[in-house]
């Protein structure tokens, strides 16, 4: 994703979260990144990373971007999900070709974020569990869906 591209979709995506207001019915209904996380179960949260909002989906501890799960869903795979599919692990995002973005929150201890060269996002604690964690399982199932 270009520069130009990232910085019109951060600003749509600060816009369409009212910026950072409670997400309401209908931003879950308007909006595809906060949709397609709902919709697949997982707790819809937007984080600052630079000058930038990030639209991330999680489940407990793993955390996936949105973008990375709406991508998938129409054929275009990150590297985040291919990490996932192809039931790789790592005990460091070094390792998997990303660098480490730290999550730091007022209701939750900091936590690490793998982040690879197509801007794609998945947590370190995802990246650490087992092939057949069950929530491994469960974004499998997620990422191998088709429309």
Known sequence: MSQSTRGLFSLVLFTALGALAPINAAQAVSNPLIRVCITNGGQFESQPDSQDEIALCRWGNAIVDSQTLLSNLNEVQSEAAAVL????????????????????????????VCTFNDSSRLSLSLAISAPDSAVRVLLKDILGRRP
């Open 85 to 112: 599919l192809n039931d790789v692990t790592s005990p460091d995002c070094a390792a998997l070709g990303a660098v480490n973005w730290t999550i730091n929150s007022t209701t939750r201890s900091p936590e690490t």
